[in-house]
């Protein structure tokens, strides 16, 4: 069955350090797609990024950077020197190209706060 | 419209109403897709729908929840006789093709649901 868990249900930073949300997926399908989505207190959704299950390679866009480890299961997302714009909840999400399922699996998000 | 939209963003039911909320899905895209989003928690899958056809009804947890999109455009999604535990935030995304599982889906703010 497939499954996304965001064990970080919280992390505060200072505004400018460096924090890692981490994201570890299962899934038997062979082709996969993960993403990270921010909800910010207006509630709605915004797609960051996706990731193709056969393209490992890490991805940076600007502050942000994404590692991407089949071997552990792991989509861990890094913003470097962080914003107070960065306080929001950040969603990892998994889908299946293979099993039939249209949807997409959420985890439970992890709330950040950066203090300024 | 540039993104996606829904009304009411805001919506206060009493027990036992029937409640009606809209999508408006970015124009064009094929896709359509429900969630229905607990306090604290990740969205969840209600329903799909490519074009006019609702192709994935799994995650509408009881008969009282209905969908339709008529035309492949807009999308209404009805609640009857709404219980307290229907009390989320309701999210409409959309994505371009019709192959959901490799597509990018793109979310609207929501509909928060009370009821008392």
């Known amino acids: 069955a497939q499954k996304v868990t965001q064990a970080q249900t919280e992390i505060s930073v200072v505004e400018k350090e460096d924090v890692t949300l981490d994201c570890v997926y299962e899934?038997?399908?062979?082709?996969?797609?993960l993403f990270w989505y921010k909800q910010p207190p207006s509630g709605e959704l915004v797609f960051l990024i996706r990731r193709n299950s056969f393209d490992e390679q890490n991805e940076i866009s600007g502050r942000y950077s994404w590692n991407f480890q089949k071997s552990t299961s792991s989509f861990n997302f890094t913003i470097t020197a962080s914003q107070v714009v960065d306080s929001a909840v950040y969603f990892c999400?998994?889908?299946?190209?293979?099993?039939?399922?249209?949807?997409?699996?959420f985890g439970t998000g992890t709330r950040l706060t950066v203090i300024p | 419209g540039a993104g996606v939209s829904q009304s009411p963003r805001y919506k206060v039911a009493k027990r036992g109403q029937d409640v009606a909320l809209r999508c408006d899905p970015i124009?064009?895209?094929?896709?359509l897709f429900w969630y229905q989003q607990a306090l604290g928690q990740g969205p969840e899958f209600l329903t799909y729908?490519?074009?006019?056809?609702?192709?994935?009804k799994s995650g509408l947890p009881s008969d009282r929840f209905f969908a339709e999109r008529p035309e492949g455009s807009v999308s209404t999604l009805k609640i009857q006789r709404t219980q307290q535990e229907d009390s989320a935030v309701y999210l409409c995304?959309?994505?371009?093709?019709?192959?959901?599982?490799?597509?990018?889906?793109?979310f609207g703010p929501g509909t928060r649901l009370t009821v008392l």
């Open positions: 999400a998994l889908s299946e190209a293979l099993t039939g399922a249209n949807n997409l699996f």
């Open positions: 995304a959309s994505s371009l093709n019709g192959r959901s599982s490799t597509d990018t889906q793109y």
């Open positions: 124009s064009g895209h094929v896709s």
């Open positions: 899934t038997r399908d062979t082709t996969y797609y």
């Open positions: 729908f490519q074009n006019e056809a609702q192709l994935d």
